[in-house]
């Protein structure tokens, strides 16, 4: 009569390790929507939290959702769209390497894509939307995946702001048991992931976005030759903004000498490459910096250690290994600094203190090592 307890203790054991790989198995298909799902909840989570206090949290979560994330997916997938059918006309000419065949997926569904510089000289918007509409109808497969994931994603992000702080208290209670270093690592993890995706990623879009509309615009204006692949420097310029200090520099300076150079060996005027400068700097890298800097703080990661994550991350998972990499970093890096110290009984590691929150959810900026794109998150 003894063994009846382990007996059935070990069938539940059974039951949740199948239930484990089971998971697994499902976020291993899906990878891509999850934490996609997961970044969309940390951009609109601060506009979320201000509306909460107007409307019902169901209500406050759909407009979120609406206003901000739908937009941004949206936008950022047109423009990598529109940078992928770029490099494709690159690769033609261009030698790129190991590079070709990563990049390979992304090449073809690119072609559905209108260039806006296309618009810019013929806008008509019917035969623009017959053009579009006919490349959607040729790859309607991965047109229909894609909404698929996207659809997955928003109903990831709304239900975790909707039932986030519900999440938040079980996980907790049923794995923490109330201990005080669990709750440090749980806000830790989530603090640190507010930063990476609401500031990083999300800045990094912002700048890609804003870059390839002004390139566009400006090669279709600009004497002849204009800007070299105007979207795909765009994307790159955003990509760079990840990078601590130089950021899209390294990609605008190298750009606006080559104009430069070109102006003065064929005799053309010098003043495309002046004003590509000049809306570079304010339009490109000011701007977007003073809008988010009000949510710029200090952060608990090493910034070497996010840049391997950024680099990582995509060359394994693919193109949503750029939320997943830094994702595993923030789990992994706070798990060893706090939890495995625990468990070797050696507990008197140094702990950065989290700051307090106002009112808002938004945490009080405080100095940091990087000041180019870093941002806090909210404390679940």
Request: aromatic share 12%.
């Amino acid at each position: 009569m003894e063994w009846t307890p382990s007996k059935s203790r070990a069938a539940w054991w059974v039951l949740g390790l199948f239930v484990v790989v089971l998971l697994a198995w499902v976020f291993t298909n899906y990878a891509g929507a999850f934490v996609l799902g997961l970044f969309l909840y940390y951009v609109t989570r601060p506009a979320h939290r201000r509306l909460q206090s107007r409307f019902r949290p169901t209500i406050a979560a759909v407009v979120s959702l609406l206003v901000l994330a739908v937009p941004v997916v949206l936008l950022v997938g047109y423009t990598l769209a529109v940078a992928a059918q770029e490099l494709g006309n690159l690769a033609q000419t261009v030698d790129l390497g190991p590079l070709a065949g990563f990049i390979e997926p992304y090449l073809d569904v690119s072609t559905i894509v209108q260039d806006p510089e296309v618009l810019l000289e013929n806008p008509d918007v019917v035969s623009a939307g017959q053009v579009f509409a006919t490349g959607i109808l040729a790859y309607l497969p991965l047109v229909g995946a894609a909404l698929i994931d996207l659809f997955l994603a928003l109903t990831v992000a709304y239900y975790l702001l909707r039932d986030g702080p519900r999440l938040s208290r079980w996980l907790r209670n049923t794995l923490g048991g109330n201990s005080a270093v669990f709750d440090e690592y749980v806000d830790l993890v989530d603090e640190d992931l507010g930063s990476v995706f609401f500031g990083n990623i999300l800045n990094a879009f912002v700048v890609a976005i804003v870059a390839v509309v002004l390139y566009s615009t400006l090669d279709a204006v600009a004497p002849a030759g204009g800007i070299p692949y105007p979207a795909l420097v765009g994307v790159l310029a955003g990509a760079a903004s990840l990078i601590p200090v130089v950021g899209m520099k390294l990609v605008y300076i190298p750009v606006a000498l080559g104009l430069f150079g070109r102006a003065f060996l064929n005799g053309e005027p010098l003043w495309f490459p002046t004003v590509f400068v000049v809306a570079t700097v304010v339009i490109v890298d000011f701007i977007p910096d003073l809008l988010l800097r009000p949510y710029v703080s200090g952060r608990n990661l090493h910034v070497g250690l996010v840049m391997i994550a950024y680099i990582i991350g995509p060359t394994l998972f693919g193109w949503y290994g750029l939320f997943l990499g830094p994702l595993l970093l923030v789990v992994v890096y706070h798990f060893a600094r706090l939890i495995v110290p625990t468990l070797t009984g050696n507990e008197g590691a140094e702990r950065t203190p989290t700051p307090p929150a106002d009112a808002a959810g938004i945490r009080a900026a405080e100095p940091s090592a990087r000041d180019e794109g870093a941002t806090e998150g909210d404390a679940t």
